[in-house]
């Protein structure tokens, strides 16, 4: 009986401790995607098609907040070439393009960009890992 109050003592204390700290530790919003990340440059990757092996992608990011972005479908002579202006979400982790009929939402993350859904959610599923598009330069 002695050691369970003991038990139960050190998990309240634990508990207590933990929360506080939490509390007590500000979340620190100077460091996000934005200003901690070099993120300006090309990226590239092959997504998913619905009709075919893939479409093969580049995106440019200029320091100036502009985009262009090309799809090339793989084994069709179809090619589609975009530019616009981008903005930052409110956590300055996530660009939305400008472009009506594209994927707007791309994640910024160290020397790569993931595609998020249209409504700005990760995809997830088998095929998750073939909407990221890697930094060249």
């Not at 590239?44 to 972005?69: C, F, K, M, R, S």
């Not at 982790?93 to 960009?113: H, R, S």
Request: aromatic fraction near 8%.
């Amino acid at each position: 009986m002695k050691m369970k109050r003991i038990i139960l003592a050190a998990a309240a204390a634990l508990a207590i401790f933990g929360l506080g700290a939490c509390v007590s530790e500000p979340m620190d919003r100077a460091h996000n995607s934005r200003n901690s990340v070099n993120w300006e440059g090309v990226y590239t990757g092959t997504i998913p098609a619905a009709d075919g092996p893939g479409i093969n992608v580049q995106l440019t990011l200029d320091v100036d907040e502009t985009y262009e972005i090309s799809y090339e479908y793989i084994d069709k002579s179809e090619s589609f070439v975009a530019a616009g202006k981008f903005t930052w979400d409110e956590s300055e982790g996530i660009i939305m393009l400008d472009a009506p009929d594209l994927p707007p939402y791309y994640k910024v993350g160290e020397g790569i960009l993931i595609q998020l859904d249209m409504r700005g959610k990760p995809i997830s599923g088998g095929l998750a890992e073939r909407y990221i598009l890697r930094k060249l330069r």
